[in-house]
């Protein structure tokens, strides 16, 4: 997989939170948390967690290379990790492959170990973000070279937090998509269902008439609370979005 540097990043504009990174293979974490709460310490409990889970998902892809190349829902056994019971769940109610959900999965890992220490956090994982807030707080929406790009934000209220903010993209990025959206953001409380989501709804998209089915089918989905998706200077919302200027 190649790296592609997080440009995005510089544009992080909290006062009150503070940045640090972690990172194990292709798992990219940006993490924000109330001053005070980062450190080397917390930096290095982060990487174990993360390694931990990561080592075990490595195992059962050894042993079943199929869960990492398929795009179909995948029914694993009983005795499966944890972290691949859950990527599954997920994806199998969104009808796409298991991997799909694996950059949510660690965003949401690392925000619930970290959470333990600080009342806000922000985990951002290639644009999938866990996230948990005592303020109001504004997500700029990233979509290419739509003219929407970095002009909108989404506002997020404390008490709809935990929430996973997840984008799917057919004009940016790596991740494989079968769509042309320049995004497909999928809000949800799991950030696992939410990064699975983002993806089968990315995918829906060809055309700008596909935009409002494609909000339509993300929101059939039980546990996702909001969907927005971009294609050029077109867009369709539904759900639990509040969308605010820039």
Same mark, same amino acid.
């Given at each position: 997989m190649v790296y592609e540097p997080r440009t995005y990043r510089? &544009?992080? /504009? %909290?006062?009150? +939170?503070v940045h640090f990174q972690v990172q194990l293979g292709e798992t990219d974490l940006d993490i924000a948390v109330t001053n005070g709460v980062a450190s080397s310490q917390l930096s290095m409990e982060v990487l174990n967690y993360i390694t931990e889970y990561r080592l075990a998902l490595d195992n059962y892809i050894n042993m079943h290379p199929r869960f990492l190349t398929t795009l179909e829902p995948y029914q694993p056994e009983d005795v499966a990790p944890w972290a691949v019971k859950e990527m599954c769940t997920a994806t199998n109610l969104a009808g796409? *492959?298991?991997m799909a959900a694996v950059a949510g999965l660690f965003s %949401? &890992?690392?925000?619930? +170990?970290? =959470?333990r220490y600080a009342e806000d956090v922000i985990v951002e994982n290639g644009g999938d973000i866990w996230l948990k807030t005592s303020t109001v707080r504004n997500v700029a929406v990233f979509a290419g070279d739509s003219p929407f790009s970095y002009q909108i934000g989404l506002e997020i209220q404390?008490? %709809?937090?935990? +929430? *996973? !903010?997840c984008t799917s993209s057919g004009t940016v990025g790596h991740s494989l998509s079968f769509g042309r959206a320049d995004a497909a953001l999928i809000l949800a409380p /799991? =950030? !696992? &269902? =939410?990064d699975a989501v983002a993806t089968a709804t990315g995918n829906l998209i060809q055309n700008e008439d596909d935009l409002e089915t494609a909000v339509d089918f993300a929101m059939s989905i039980p546990g996702v609370s909001g969907a927005l998706v971009i294609l050029g200077d077109k867009m369709a919302v539904k759900g639990n979005v509040k969308l605010v200027p820039l």
């Open positions: 510089k &544009l992080y /504009s %909290e006062k009150d +939170l796409v *492959g298991p %949401e &890992l690392t925000g619930r +170990l970290v =959470a404390p008490t %709809e937090t935990p +929430l *996973g !903010i /799991s =950030a !696992i &269902l =939410a």
